[in-house]
Every structure is written in C-alpha cells, then in structure tokens.
C-alpha cells in the first residue's frame, strides 16, 4: 500500500507492476495519474523546507489526457520535473532519476528491444528517487532546529 509521510507519499514500484500485469495496464495508467497528485501533494508540504527548489507542479488532469493523446509527453514532464526538484532543493538526495530526454530516448530505443526491461528499470529508479527524497526530507528535518 502506499505510505503517507509527513513530506509525501511512498508507494512500492514492484507491487505497481504486478498490479498492473494482473489488470493488464490500467492500474499503470492510474498509477501515472496518482504520481502527478503525489508531485502536488510534495510540494504543498515540503514548500516551506525547500523554497528554491525547483517546484513540483503540474495538472495530473492534464498528464492523464496527454497520456492517451501523446505518452511522451507525461513522460518528459514526470522526469524533467523531479530531476530538477532534486537536483535544486536544499534537501540532500544522493539519488536522481534520469533527465527528462534521456528517458523518453530509453522508451523509445531502448523498450522493444529490451523486452520493456530498460523503461521497466528506468521508471522503478524514478520512483526509488523520488522515495528516498521525501524520506531525505523527513531526515534533514530532524537536524534542523526549530525557526522562531
Ligand atoms: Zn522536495
């Protein structure tokens, strides 16, 4: 199940992908739309700690649609955006995912010829990233001490 933290929400890539074999795609589909809610949820809560990052905002109405209508796009978007986050926040994360580019470029060329093995390995690395960042968040926290 996924799991609330006071800085996100934590979900587990290997259960996603069974689900999403034993519903043949559609639970991946939502999954996609439910980490665009995640990205809001992310930024409305950690906003305070990490003011220069680079935000976390999209509409996952409008991800879902462009998923029908042109994948690449979300795809971009949902790398771009927690690449950047990470790589700008004052929150220290050792890991990223990959840039936006380089992550459609694996779908794409890498997909078929991986048997969907390189994109499977690629988005679970996205959602590792973007795990260890909220629980990062969580941590660096702690060491801080109270504002007045
Ligand atoms: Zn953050």
């Known amino acids: 199940m996924p799991k609330e933290h006071k800085f996100g929400t934590m979900r587990k890539y290997r259960r996603v992908l069974f689900l999403s074999i034993?519903?043949?795609?559609?639970?991946?589909?939502?999954y996609q739309y439910w980490l665009f809610q995640d990205f809001e949820?992310?930024?409305?809560k950690a906003f305070e700690t990490?003011?220069?990052?680079?935000?976390?905002?999209?509409?996952?109405?409008?991800m879902l649609i462009f998923l029908f209508i042109f994948p690449?796009?979300?795809?971009y978007i949902k790398y771009t955006l927690l690449y950047d986050h990470i790589r700008t926040?004052?929150?220290q994360s050792p890991e990223n995912c990959s840039i936006g580019i380089k992550a459609v470029l694996t779908f794409v060329i890498l997909g078929a010829c991986t048997f969907g093995i390189?994109?499977?390995v690629t988005e679970s690395r996205w959602q590792r990233a973007?795990?260890?960042?909220?629980?990062?968040?969580?941590?660096?926290q702690?060491?801080?001490?109270?504002r007045r």
């Open 22 to 30: 034993v519903t043949f795609g559609i639970y991946y589909i939502i």
């Open 72 to 75: 690449f796009y979300p795809i």
């Open 118 to 120: 390189a994109p499977i």
């Open 142 to 146: 702690e060491n801080i001490p109270e």
């Open 89 to 91: 926040s004052c929150i």
């Open 41 to 44: 949820e992310h930024h409305e």
């Open 50 to 62: 990490e003011p220069r990052a680079y935000p976390l905002i999209t509409n996952p109405t409008t």
């Open 130 to 140: 973007f795990n260890e960042h909220i629980l990062d968040h969580e941590h660096q």
